[in-house]
């Protein structure tokens, strides 16, 4: 079984520029969901998808960042215009909701360095 | 709100020695406890979790019990490897939405 996939591992970029960051979960898992890890602390959710729709983005900064998942497959994150504090490893992890063990699925995650 | 507080790292071990990394909650209700490990250059992975007080979720020779009169899920292992080198983050879902709550994590090193 594929885990989940995520691109690119690593982005470098200038502040005020934007990034985007894919992430392709494991095939049949409805939700979704993509977390902020900055060195030094725990991974902090972002937003959650159940398919399709938005199940939680109240930590999403949605002044510069953008999510979606229109198909209810895979699903971007947008940063625009990028901050300092934007450096972080960005995290997307799946789960399957009808065998739901509660066990979250997470890519390698994108490492973000903004200059 | 919720919260995981976890000892803090890196801790370093010689093979063999037994472990233990503290992990301590609060959250409202009863929550579900998980330990995840993220091995060097990997993703985060379910190491064991516990569903309810009383609860001993074990794996791979690790093990942790969920005390709720002390609200902690301590991570503890017998002797370990060199292999078990990794962080390892404590974290808590409770109330719907099946959002984790996650500790800054805890560094592991273990040498020869």
């Known amino acids: 079984e594929a885990g989940v996939a995520q691109s690119p591992r690593y982005k470098i970029i200038e502040k005020r520029q934007s990034v985007a960051f894919w992430c392709n979960p494991i095939?049949?898992?409805?939700?979704l969901y993509w977390y902020q890890q900055i060195l030094g602390q725990g991974p902090k959710l972002l937003i959650q998808?159940?398919?399709?729709?938005?199940?939680?983005d109240s930590q999403l900064p949605k002044d510069r960042f953008s999510a979606e998942r229109l198909k209810g497959v895979d699903s971007t994150l947008k940063i625009q215009p990028a901050k300092l504090e934007d450096s972080a490893v960005y995290l997307c992890?799946?789960?399957?909701?009808?065998?739901?063990?509660?066990?979250?699925?997470f890519g390698e995650g994108s490492r973000l360095t903004v200059l | 709100g919720n919260s995981v507080t976890q000892m803090e790292g890196p801790v370093t071990l010689s093979e063999e020695a037994f472990l233990t990394i503290n992990c301590t909650y609060t959250a409202t209700g009863y929550p579900s406890l998980f330990w995840y490990v993220q091995y060097p250059g990997e993703g985060l992975q379910l190491l064991l979790k516990?569903?309810?007080?009383?609860d001993k979720g074990s794996n791979k020779g690790f093990e942790a019990t969920y005390r709720k009169e002390t609200t902690s899920f301590h991570l503890e292992k017998g002797s370990v490897q060199v292999s078990d080198s990794a962080v390892y983050f404590c974290?808590?879902?409770?109330?719907?939405?099946?959002?984790?709550?996650f500790g800054t994590g805890t560094q592991l090193k273990v040498e020869l």
């Open positions: 974290a808590l879902r409770a109330g719907g939405g099946n959002k984790l709550t």
């Open positions: 516990a569903t309810k007080a009383d």
């Open positions: 992890a799946s789960r399957d909701r009808v065998i739901n063990t509660g066990e979250l699925f």
């Open positions: 998808f159940q398919n399709n729709g938005v199940v939680d």
């Open positions: 095939s049949g898992h409805a939700t």
